[in-house]
């Protein structure tokens, strides 16, 4: 059986001359937990909206747990659990009621299953409780709750941090990571707080304008998130040429007409110095630094004034 829990092929969603989701084509593995990454804007919700079967693409195809024919798809999603914009709860039912209601749409024929999602989101304790009485971390857990009754082996989430304090964003990735290790679910999840992703995610998706621009293992985004070299000189274009002829495989990235980043590189930061001076270009800034997800984020959409 293939590992392959979603697979999109040039997925594209368009409204009017707007291009939402432009050739989306990304491939999840079982077991993973993906962090997407992307500014407001940037087609994260339109695209899990289509894989989750509540847009259609108007272009492009998917396969879904391995089925393909959109029949086949339809059935698959009972194994899907999603919580997307916001968890959609009955505000005058209880805790219980609203689980209990979801295990029945789904058809999940284990009727013990609502006690054991509320135990494994912590919500057993209040599950007598009306859902428009809980607080906004336990209206997330409730989300989740929801998302989990069918026993997914593919969990979608939308933004579940969005209004955590830091108490309930610990309490929630701890989960995610529970729910990741014993249930044997693979996790989509996105959200702003690209820190809290880093902390969680094994692995990274990056779209910018309807395109994905970038996929990282947490070790690769690790490498290029913890160290850089800051080069400030004379002739980027230059020092771009020594670059890809003495270090073919080093990424790096030009972020100004005078300043050059190269990404998980620090050892070579004497021999370029040397290559410079030997070229007679001009160094003003030769300096290893760190930067944080959210900087290297930055630097992948060319700066604040895309974001």
């Not at 058809?107 to 599950?127: H, I, M, Q």
């Not at 579940?160 to 989960?175: F, H």
């Amino acid at each position: 059986m293939s590992d392959v829990i979603l697979e999109t092929r040039n997925l594209t969603k368009k409204y009017g001359n707007f291009c939402a989701l432009d050739n989306v084509s990304i491939s999840l593995k079982k077991d993973h937990i993906y962090g997407f990454i992307g500014e407001n804007g940037a087609g994260k919700s339109t695209f899990m909206k289509v894989v989750s079967g509540l847009l259609f693409p108007t272009a492009g195809d998917y396969s879904l747990l391995g089925a393909a024919d959109p029949k086949e798809i339809s059935r698959k999603r009972k194994l899907v659990g999603t919580m997307i914009e916001a968890p959609a709860l009955y505000p005058k039912f209880t805790v219980y009621r609203n689980v209990e209601m979801q295990r029945m749409i789904v058809g999940n024929p284990d009727a013990s299953y609502t006690d054991k999602v509320l135990e494994l989101v912590g919500l057993s304790d209040v599950k007598e409780k009306k859902a428009k009485d809980l607080s906004m971390g336990m209206k997330q857990r409730l989300g989740i709750a929801i998302a989990m009754v069918g026993n997914p082996q593919f969990l979608i989430l939308d933004e579940p941090i969005n209004g955590l304090d830091p108490k309930n964003i610990i309490a929630l990735r701890n989960m995610l990571k529970k729910i990741n290790e014993e249930s044997e679910c693979t996790i989509f999840i996105s959200s702003h707080i690209l820190s809290e992703l880093y902390l969680l995610a094994t692995d990274f998706i990056f779209i910018h304008k309807g395109r994905i621009i970038e996929t990282n293992t947490h070790e690769e985004l690790e490498e290029k998130c913890s160290q850089y070299i800051l080069i400030k000189d004379s002739d980027i274009p230059k020092t771009v040429i020594i670059l890809e002829k003495n270090y073919p495989d080093t990424q790096y990235k030009v972020i100004a007409d005078d300043t050059l980043k190269v990404y998980g590189k620090p050892e070579i930061k004497a021999g370029l110095s040397r290559y410079l001076m030997e070229a007679g270009i001009v160094i003003t800034e030769l300096s290893e630094k760190e930067q944080s997800l959210e900087e290297y984020f930055m630097t992948l959409i060319g700066g604040e004034t895309n974001a």
